[in-house]
């Protein structure tokens, strides 16, 4: 019991001994690095200086700007005038150019996203794509139909399988504006190349899940079609 007690109290010793040593070099390593240690705090001090300094001066009163910039052109948008909205006018600028110009602020994200709608009316799916895979929302619903939207832009372009791909990752929202509406064009476009199963199953989870959608009729006539496939 003893030498049990004796063997501990040694194992405690030398556990302690090299606590002390680490310590010891530690506080060594300190002394002797002092002047580059603290320099490298001090450029990790003037980073985080300088990020507030450049927010604080450059992107707000440019954030500002870009607001003031972007209203007409989404007054364009508005009208439909799809082109002029990308281009802009004599006296006002267009999204692609608030995007250049503006590209780190708010107002030049969501730049990214009119964009690329822009481009999807116009029939130019390849650049609406580029576009609105710039756009990134806080917002999950707005940035699930985005995401629906690239799956549009897809389905426009013949590829039935990257649309589904991007209709199933919109449907994840779980919204109920947003989440039957893509379940249902990624089960049209699972049907457009014969994958009934997986129509059915998409299908059949919208009527489980979201009896109210305004296109239900609509989506119990698909699983008829499906089934009998």
């Not at 405690?12 to 010891?24: C, G, P, W």
């Not at 426009?156 to 994840?172: C, N």
């Not at 064009?185 to 009896?211: H, N, V, W």
Request: hydrophobic content about 45%.
């Amino acid at each position: 019991m003893a030498k049990a007690i004796n063997e501990k109290e040694e194992e405690s010793t030398i556990v302690f001994d090299k606590a002390d040593e680490v310590l010891n070099t530690g506080e060594a390593f300190i002394e002797n690095n002092q002047k580059p240690i603290f320099i490298g705090l001090g450029i990790v001090a003037a980073l985080v200086v300088g990020i507030i300094l450049f927010k604080s001066a450059y992107l707000e009163p440019r954030e500002q700007t870009a607001k003031e910039s972007i209203f007409k052109a989404e007054q364009l948008f508005a009208m439909d005038s799809f082109q002029l909205a990308l281009d802009g006018t004599e006296d006002a600028m267009g999204f692609l150019e608030i995007i250049d110009e503006y590209g780190c602020t708010d107002a030049g994200n969501i730049a990214n996203a009119y964009a690329g709608v822009c481009y999807k009316q116009l029939g130019d799916n390849e650049k609406a794509i580029k576009y609105l895979e710039k756009f990134s929302a806080d917002d999950a619903a707005i940035q699930y139909a985005i995401i629906g939207a690239v799956g549009d832009c897809y389905w426009d372009l013949g590829d039935a399988k990257k649309a589904i791909s991007y209709y199933k990752k919109a449907a994840v929202a779980e919204n109920p504006a947003v989440t039957p509406f893509y379940k249902e064009r990624a089960g049209i476009a699972c049907m457009s190349i014969e994958d009934y199963t997986q129509a059915i199953a998409l299908f059949e989870e919208i009527l489980k899940k979201y009896p109210e959608y305004s296109n239900i009729m609509d989506v119990k006539k698909y699983i008829e079609v499906a089934k009998a496939k």
